[in-house]
């Protein structure tokens, strides 16, 4: 069982970074794909990038490639995603998810899922 908690979510200007966490229970972390989604009101859960259990492999999707970047420290049992270059069509609320078998985009492959942290990027 892993539980997981995300927070840095927030309000910021069009252009702005954030950082969102998400810090996961349990000893087994590192043995878990990690990945992050996100929703905005009226849509569908969308992908948004995924990071093998070792770190070495990344995946984003085409909406964020460039602009933000996941990462985890396996001994903190964190899963991070660096935001940068934020843009009103960001807004949506962000999701951590750990999945037992191998790190990929869809959402029904994933295990555990946190309560989501808001992001608003205003214009």
């Known amino acids: 069982q892993v539980q997981l908690v995300e927070s840095g979510g927030g309000l910021v200007q069009a252009g702005g970074s954030l950082r969102l966490s998400c810090a996961a229970s349990g000893r087994t972390f590192s043995t878990y794909a990690m990945g992050w989604f996100r929703q905005a009101p009226g849509k569908e859960r969308e992908f948004a990038a995924a990071?093998?259990?070792?770190?070495?492999?990344?995946y984003y999707a085409d909406s964020v490639k460039g602009r933000f970047t996941i990462s985890r420290d396996n001994a903190k049992n964190t899963v991070y995603l660096q935001m940068n270059s934020l843009k009103p069509e960001d807004t949506a609320v962000y999701y951590c998810a750990a999945d037992r078998r191998a790190m990929n985009s869809d959402p029904l492959e994933y295990d555990y899922w946190g309560q989501g942290t808001q992001v608003t990027v205003s214009s």
């Open positions: 990071i093998s259990w070792g770190g070495g492999n990344r």
